[in-house]
């Protein structure tokens, strides 16, 4: 694959270790148009930069690791199906989005070198989501650029030195299980907003979260952090509001829920001099 040279892949079916090393030289390209699997324990590897010339899927049915170290490119949905780890080390869609990037449930799916991923439709992730490792302080920034929901379904966590911020652009996201139980978030900024799944708390660092329009469908919204909590955009929907004691909420713009407010924290008001917020 080296020295400007593409490996060109439709289907694939293997019983072991699947590489593809487009590395050294003038690279290449892994170009994915169809099924690779791998039916044993070994893990398949790209080790270069990887391009979707049709929709795709790569699958571990033997439970082993997928390994993208390195760009992936191209406007059609990508599947990553594994019960193991599913491993992104490099941009995504950074030069051609995706039309969508799913993963399965059962697994972790680990992000790290600070990567961006841009789809134009839905990113689904179903298993738990790490921000992992370095840079400390690094910003993860996930956009959809047609306005599709980003769903993380399982438990999204930092790395091990507490320093991951989590960025969604242009779409709202959507937690299905708790954000930093584990390990907390340094920081959340949801510019696109906020889609409650359901009503688990959302966990975050020391950084200030800033949080959009927030899309209830009949769910609390329950914050725990110690940190600075913005609310910059309008309330939908939402059942009860809740903040742990420790940090503090301001409040952008005007609240209405069905429920009722809990602030445990300090409250201040955002916006001019003089203004006022109505709850």
């Known amino acids: 694959g080296g020295n400007g040279a593409n490996i060109d892949l439709r289907n694939v079916s293997t019983t072991g270790t699947q590489t593809y090393n487009n590395t050294g030289g003038t690279p290449g390209l892994t170009r994915l148009n169809g099924t690779l699997d791998n039916t044993t324990n070994g893990p398949i590897n790209f080790n270069g930069g990887v391009q979707l010339l049709g929709d795709s899927a790569v699958t571990s049915t033997g439970a082993a690791p997928i390994n993208f170290s390195s760009t992936i490119n191209g406007a059609f949905a990508l599947n990553v199906n594994t019960t193991q780890i599913t491993f992104f080390g490099g941009n995504i869609g950074g030069t051609a989005p995706l039309a969508s990037l799913t993963t399965n449930a059962g697994g972790t799916t680990r992000f790290s070198n600070a990567i961006t991923v841009i789809t134009t439709g839905s990113q689904t992730y179903n298993d738990a989501v790490v921000l992992f490792d370095v840079p400390a302080g690094a910003d993860y920034v996930f956009q959809s650029n047609a306005g599709q929901i980003i769903s993380f379904n399982s438990t999204v966590d930092g790395g091990t030195d507490f320093q991951q911020r989590l960025t969604v652009n242009n779409a709202f996201a959507q937690f299905g299980g708790a954000v930093g139980a584990a390990v907390p978030l340094e920081g959340l900024v949801l510019n696109g907003g906020l889609n409650l799944a359901n009503s688990n708390p959302i966990n975050f660092g020391s950084t200030p979260v800033t949080l959009g329009p927030v899309q209830g469908n009949g769910n609390s919204l329950i914050i ?56």
Do not use: E, W
């Not at 309008?234 to 004691?245: I, Q």
């Not at 069905?258 to 300090?266: K, L, M, V």
């Open 224 to 279: 725990n952090a110690s940190s600075l909590i913005t609310i910059a955009g309008p309330f939908t929907n939402v059942l009860d509001f809740t903040t742990d004691a420790g940090g503090g909420t301001c409040l952008d713009v005007d609240l209405t829920i069905s429920g009722t407010f809990a602030f445990n924290d300090d409250v201040c008001l955002g916006g001019a001099v003089g203004s006022t917020r109505v709850l």
